[in-house]
């Protein structure tokens, strides 16, 4: 099947670099999201990113007004009838996106693949939401998009072998790295990933040390390139207490209880970059 146009559902930081890497490798894009402003913030990222590309010399000019005349812009979920592919990548919330896919099943074209960028919640759940249980699969992408090379490709109980191959191959069409991992909570980045983020956390909570010494023991004892902390503001709080949660409900063990900070800077408004203040302020 060849995906000349893919469609993407939700314009913030992770949709918005989908439709970048797409739009950046020769795809048409119809991003999608509910409100002008969250579309507009969403090409303006891109515009900024490809910018910055551009002065890294990495592309030229021309080059980004090529990739940026391919996302069109849509408010009205009815626009995915012409798209050949669905990434969605709305906020991290089960309700939601069930309700997406129940309404994309009837929107899209017969065959068509609708994929879920959730960092956590089952596939299985969300496939049966539809009529195309074999068309559903997770096709989750690391932030910041453009840079990043993994894409864990995860298969609910129903879908087919045809669609992990195609979700597999547009993968490395993106220039992206697939990753099969099973259905469970978390998958396995966010099942690896969140728990130590949630420990820095609780180490913070319970005065073992400030943020940012924390985030340095992390960086120059563990060679790794950001700070736990620093990397749960780029994350967006908010996304890292929705993941611990269903961790820890869907396992059912108390390790991967959400640090009772992590809640009490959600409630605050705190999270992170996007909101101007996390553990840091920006």
């Not at 950046?24 to 590309?53: C, P, T, Y």
């Not at 065959?111 to 989750?140: C, E, F, Q, W, Y």
Request: glycine share 10%.
């Amino acid at each position: 099947m060849d995906i000349k146009t893919l469609g993407v559902i939700g314009a913030g930081q992770m949709g918005s670099g989908i439709a970048q890497v797409a739009a950046g490798n020769g795809i048409s894009v119809i991003m999608n999201d509910i409100k002008e402003e969250f579309v507009q913030r969403g090409f303006s990222a891109v515009d900024g990113s490809l910018s910055r590309m551009v002065k890294k010399q990495s592309i030229s000019e021309d080059e980004k007004k090529a990739v940026l005349s391919r996302i069109k812009s849509s408010l009205s979920l009815k626009d995915m009838a012409g798209a050949d592919f669905i990434v969605e990548a709305a906020t991290e919330n089960e309700s939601l996106k069930l309700k997406i896919f129940q309404d994309l099943d009837s929107i899209c074209k017969q065959g068509v693949i609708l994929s879920s960028n959730t960092s956590s919640l089952s596939i299985t759940k969300i496939a049966a939401a539809t009529k195309r249980p074999d068309k559903v699969i997770g096709m989750h992408f690391m932030n910041p998009v453009p840079l990043m090379k993994l894409v864990e490709i995860i298969r609910g109980l129903a879908t087919s072998e045809q669609t992990f191959e195609l979700t597999r191959d547009l993968s490395l069409k993106l220039g992206k790295t697939p990753v099969p991992a099973n259905d469970f909570p978390g998958f396995i980045s966010n099942r690896i990933l969140m728990p130590m983020l949630n420990e820095a956390i609780y180490a913070l909570f319970e005065g073992v040390g400030a943020p940012e010494d924390i985030d340095q023991v992390m960086k120059l004892g563990m060679n790794h390139p950001m700070g736990p902390l620093a990397l749960a503001d780029l994350i967006g709080l908010d996304t890292c207490l929705a993941v611990m949660k269903v961790l820890h409900s869907g396992l059912g063990d108390p390790k991967y209880r959400p640090c009772p900070l992590l809640i009490k800077y959600m409630d605050a408004g705190w999270l992170g970059r996007k909101s101007g203040r996390g553990f840091y302020k920006y």
